[in-house]
């Protein structure tokens, strides 16, 4: 059977600043969904990662369907309306347009989406990350796609012997979708040189070069290119096909072991590592550090089964260890160099300000 996975995700609201969303604002999407799904969506489900919800859904109308969009827009209007009822700090602050339009993607959600063919078997698993940007993603795909030494299935399966082909997206570039398509392993070097920009070159999508089908989808939405002003990090989504000719689930998870340093973290601005955490984890310190949950599914005839938590193990207890040491040695720098990011990227327009004042105080000798 062919199917549509879709997750749309927004921050609309949450408790105590930027840290989570309240069960009533939950409970409000997840029963606008279960009264309007009609026989549009085959099967949901609602979750939160740090300050934002994510809808997944799986359906059979394809990729941008105005239908599916609609409803989660809805849903997340809805979802405003409690916020605002609860008094939810940044109500609604995803929501960047006053009306829907036919399809969610540029007026503030995060969109990822793939269409494929049921295989016998279909597991997959689903991302979210919270105070970072889609940029966060590039490493561990590239090493679970494209590097041995965490996907073994490059070596040992025969079902992965030709690769994969990257899709990568050049989210600078306004007017439409720029892309490039690369293939691994040949264009190894640069795939590496591409993805070495995160703010720039991001991952939109993988494909199998042994069966062609699809692998990964990921979120590329860059909310300051939308608003053109500071209005919260890009916090990504991403699904990804698991087993047989794609990697292991295991495989995908591995580079998550390593805590790479992401942008995003305390006002989008900084630089930290990136903490693989359990579902419905907020944030805390220093309105981080940036997160990451990931939720196993096996989905048949577009039911899901219940969600595995993938980093509710004890194994990323010793994870999140030293990514919380990583964090406090970065933070440990405060503003200076490195734990900062550069000007183009700091999104609070304060400091062009600043400079502008101060540069009026400059002296020549
Ligand atoms: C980062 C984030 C937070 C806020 C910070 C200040 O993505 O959401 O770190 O930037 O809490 O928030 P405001 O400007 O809303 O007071
Ligand atoms: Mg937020
Ligand atoms: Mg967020």
Not at 84 to 108: P, V
Not at 179 to 200: F, H, K, M, T
Request: overall charge negative.
């Amino acid at each position: 059977m062919k199917i549509t996975l879709s997750v749309i995700k927004a921050d609309i609201g949450s408790i105590g600043g930027h840290l989570r969303p309240s069960k009533a604002l939950m409970e409000t999407v997840e029963k606008h969904i279960e009264e309007k799904k009609g026989d549009m969506v085959i099967d949901y489900r609602i979750s939160s990662t740090g300050d934002d919800i994510a809808i997944l859904f799986s359906h059979q109308k394809g990729r941008g369907n105005s239908e599916i969009h609609g409803l989660a827009w809805d849903a997340f209007v809805a979802g405003t309306a409690k916020a605002k009822e609860e008094g939810l700090y940044g109500a609604g602050q995803d929501l960047l347009k006053d009306s829907f339009s036919g399809n969610i993607k540029g007026l503030g959600p995060a969109v990822a989406e793939m269409e494929f063919e049921e295989r016998e078997n279909e597991p997959f698993i689903f991302f979210a990350a919270d105070k970072t940007d889609p940029g966060a993603y590039n490493l561990p795909l590239y090493l679970g796609f494209a590097d041995p030494m965490h996907c073994s299935g490059l070596i040992l399966s025969p079902k992965m012997s030709k690769g994969f082909k990257f899709v990568i997206m050049d989210v600078a570039y306004t007017e439409e979708d720029r892309y490039i398509e690369l293939n691994a392993p040949e264009d190894l070097y640069d795939i590496a040189a591409l993805l070495r920009d995160n703010e720039r070159f991001v991952v939109s999508e993988i494909y199998s070069r042994d069966s062609g089908e699809v692998a990964v989808a990921a979120s590329t939405t860059r909310l300051h290119n939308i608003a053109g002003k500071y209005i919260g990090k890009d916090d990504p989504v991403m699904l990804v096909r698991v087993q047989g000719s794609f990697p292991a689930a295991g495989e995908i998870l591995s580079p998550y072991n390593i805590g790479h340093y992401v942008a995003g973290f305390m006002r989008g601005s900084h630089t930290g590592p990136l903490m693989p955490v359990k579902a419905g984890c907020g944030t805390s310190f220093f309105d981080g550090p940036p997160i990451v949950t990931a939720a196993a599914f096996c989905v048949q005839n577009g039911i899901f089964t219940e969600a595995v938590d993938c980093f509710d193990h004890p194994y990323w207890d010793y994870v999140r260890r030293k990514v919380a040491r990583k964090s406090t040695e970065l933070r440990e720098q405060g503003f200076s160099g490195a734990a900062m990011l550069p000007y183009s990227e700091l999104e609070y327009g304060g400091i062009v300000e600043k400079m502008k004042q101060l540069e009026g105080k400059f002296k020549s000798l």
